[in-house]
């Protein structure tokens, strides 16, 4: 028998006809699905497009409020910095004039200081602890007082300097954070979807661990305008008090200045009236030594005159002796001769008792003209001291203010 041929199955027409209507189904599902995901797909781009133009408007937004604020504390930084450049620079110059005024204390101090020693030589009696000299103690410790007040308020203001130059720096640091931070979000600003130089960046979408809180960021800046604010105002009664100081010092070195003048003119005056009377006492001591000297000459003469009567006196006596027998009488010759030895004799030792006396008296005399011209010289040495080197030198001393 012939071989037959193996031949695919055939289908039936119902088979046929499912099979269709199958395809046609499947087909019409396939479209619908399809229909739905291109109009899905057409309102999800129509939407993301929204999204992303209003979450992009958005972000350009809040980078111009971000660029505003930014631009705000640098404003706020900024004037505070210029408040605080200028604090510095008038602390600088009234350090300038605390270190003037110091070293214009040295002069008056070296003076009164000069003045006390150079009153040491002063000598006799005239080493006297006088009115002058209670003032130039007082005049050297008024000095050394502002001298050790203006040190400890310079030493203040270069704290303060310090102080304010570390507000300076952190203002400074802020500013060009805050500068750097604008430059970056201007830039990020300008940028569109059509810049050319944008492009994909990777692991950009996390938050830095070291970044800040928007109110961390505020106080940060707060603080440091805070802080300069503090040294500013600090600054202010630093320099109020320095104006203070300055004014009150001067004024009183120059009263006691004054003070310590008027009581040298004074002490001047009462040494030259002193000097005076004693000159005058000199020369009426000198005076009554040249009378005394004149008197003691004339009581010699006077002594001397008495030598002849007595000799006449005594030679009458013993030649009388001589008369014979009862010629030997007392008669009142005999007893007047006798009176006049006992009176001369007297006289001449009344004389010598008076010439001793003057001797004596022109000794005294003699000894309290030389004390007085040693004292007149004292005198001068103290005029000299006083008028001539300490006066002189207090002429120099210029005290304004500082």
């Known amino acids: 028998m012939a071989r037959l041929l193996q031949l695919p199955p055939k289908f039936l027409p119902n088979e046929w006809s499912l099979a269709n209507h199958t395809q046609y189904a499947s087909a019409e599902v396939q479209r619908s699905r ?144 805050k500068f750097e931070a604008l430059k970056l979000d201007n830039h990020c600003s300008t940028l569109t979807n059509n810049t050319p130089d944008i492009s994909y960046a990777s692991n950009v979408v996390t938050v830095q661990a070291n970044s800040v809180a928007p109110k961390e960021w505020e106080d940060f800046s707060n603080a440091n305008i805070e802080k300069a604010e503090k040294q500013n105002n600090n600054a202010v009664a630093l320099r109020s008090l320095i104006d203070s100081i300055l004014s009150e010092t001067a004024c009183d070195m120059r009263k006691q200045c004054d003070t310590v003048n008027f009581a040298l003119k004074k002490r001047v005056a009462e040494t030259k009236d002193s000097k005076n009377k004693l000159e005058v006492h000199l020369a009426k001591v000198m005076d009554e030594i040249s009378y005394q000297e004149k008197n003691i000459e004339t009581l010699k003469k006077a002594t001397a005159d008495k030598e002849g009567p007595m000799k006449v006196a005594q030679t009458r006596l013993e030649t009388r002796k001589l008369r014979p027998n009862v010629e030997l009488c007392r008669d009142p010759v005999q007893y007047r001769l006798i009176n006049e030895v006992q009176e001369l004799t007297t006289n001449v030792e009344r004389l010598r008792e008076t010439l001793s006396q003057a001797q004596a008296e022109l000794k005294g005399l003699i000894r309290r003209q030389l004390s007085l011209e040693e004292e007149i010289q004292v005198k001068e040495n103290t005029l000299y001291i006083d008028e001539v080197i300490c006066m002189q030198m207090r002429e120099a001393i210029s005290i304004n203010d500082f």
């Open 34 to 177: 399809s229909e739905r995901l291109v109009a899905e797909s057409q309102r999800l781009v129509d939407e993301i497009e929204k999204s992303t133009q209003k979450t992009q408007k958005d972000v350009n937004k809040k980078l111009e409020q971000r660029l505003n604020e930014i631009q705000f504390w640098k404003k706020e930084l900024d004037n505070k910095l210029e408040d605080t450049v200028n604090d510095i620079e008038q602390l600088l110059a009234y350090k300038t004039r605390l270190e003037k005024a110091l070293e214009s204390c040295m002069e008056p101090l070296a003076i009164a200081q000069q003045c006390l020693v150079e009153r040491e030589k002063r000598i006799g009696i005239d080493l006297v602890h006088d009115e002058v000299e209670q003032e130039l103690i007082k005049e050297v410790e008024v000095i050394q007082g502002v001298v050790a007040l203006l040190q400890r308020t310079l030493e203040q203001i270069t704290e303060q300097i310090r102080l304010s130059r570390s507000a300076k720096y952190a203002l400074e640091k802020d500013l060009t954070d």
